[in-house]
Structures are given as C-alpha cells and as structure tokens.
C-alpha cells in the first residue's frame, strides 16, 4: 500500500474527501517527524511506538575492496510494534 491508497482508505473510513484525508495524513506524518527530531517518543497505543535510538560508530567492510572502513555513530528511528498490531499480524 502506497501513501494514495492508504489517503484513500482514509477518506472513505472517514466519508471525508482524499484532499483532507491527505492534509490529515501529512500532519501526522509532519507531527511525528518533529517529536522525533527534537528526541521524543510517540506512542499510539495499540499500534506502536516511534523512538530514537543512538547507533555507536562501528568498523565495516568495503565490499568491493574489502578494506576496513569507519563507520560514524548515527541517531536511527525505531518503530515497535504495540500488542493489538503485533496480535493481528499473527
């Protein structure tokens, strides 16, 4: 499912129009950009949490080459999975 499927999934779950159920769907995909950003967790319960998590520098490998390269720390964003998300996958 691509983001115009999913805006238009929304719009006939909610009887809205597809421009207002994408204006929806880009807020809360610009709110939880933002909290990330700053460092926060959002937590939609049921569905999941969405967090930042700290990735310590590490040594890889070319895989060209094979010589040894410096990989830099990095902040990544992480989704867990909430329990009735996790249940109905099952």
């Given at each position: 499912?691509?983001?115009?499927?999913?805006?238009?999934?929304?719009?006939?779950?909610?009887?809205?129009?597809k421009?207002?159920?994408?204006?929806?769907?880009?807020?809360?995909?610009?709110?939880?950009?933002?909290?990330?950003?700053?460092?926060?967790?959002?937590?939609?319960?049921?569905?999941?949490?969405?967090?930042?998590?700290?990735?310590?520098?590490?040594?890889?490998?070319?895989?060209?080459?094979?010589?040894?390269?410096?990989?830099?720390?990095?902040?990544?964003?992480?989704?867990?999975?909430?329990?009735?998300?996790?249940?109905s996958?099952?």
């Amino acid at each position: 499912m691509n983001k115009g499927e999913l805006v238009e999934r929304m719009a006939s779950a909610a009887g809205i129009s597809k421009a207002a159920a994408d204006k929806a769907l880009t807020g809360l995909l610009d709110a939880v950009t933002d909290a990330l950003t700053k460092g926060d967790k959002v937590t939609l319960v049921g569905f999941g949490t969405f967090s930042v998590s700290n990735r310590a520098a590490r040594q890889g490998r070319n895989p060209q080459t094979g010589a040894t390269i410096q990989i830099a720390a990095r902040k990544v964003a992480r989704f867990k999975p909430g329990s009735k998300l996790a249940d109905s996958v099952k």
